[in-house]
């Protein structure tokens, strides 16, 4: 069987596939129970937990992070990287929110790689569908002028960001020319 390619994540020694395991854990979102989902939010022992269990990095997962960033609360999202870190793993953080990147690099945060999302869908403080259950929120925006935001906040850090919903949660694949465009 052919090996997946591999990319360096961050400055580290470790090298990544493009296929990465979510961040559930990290929200408390089981897909099996409420109880469950209570049971895995103690998100600093989650994080040692994972690092113990051999994890190379791990990173704050989006939807928290914009929630804390609309709450004016940015600052607790620092206090589980520093854990990541303590926990010796390469520290992540996910965002929707252009301006939660540039906040972050502002502040030198020690911060490894971020998860940047090409369409800010969280505006507005909403429940991530994985934790919700519902497929869609009706206060998801996917505007066009959103990835031009991103990509130029992507390219004026040096760290490594991984891009997601590229085609807009499906939105922009009616076409083969519409996926290459994007």
Known sequence: MEELPKVRLGRSGIFVTRLISGGN???GNSHFSDEMNAEMSD???NIRILAAAGAAAIYHHGT???RFWLEDRIEDVHDYL???R???VQV???THTP???EYVEEKGWDVDFYMTCFYNINRKRRQSALVSGSTASPTEEFLPEDPRRMCRVIQQTEKMCLAFKILGAFRLCSSQKEVEAA
């Open 25 to 27: 854990p990290l929200c």
């Open 43 to 45: 998100v600093f022992q």
């Open 64 to 66: 928290q992070t914009d």
């Open 82 to 84: 520093k854990c990541m």
């Open 86 to 88: 303590d926990a010796g």
């Open 92 to 94: 992540g953080l996910g």
């Open 99 to 101: 301006e939660v990147i």
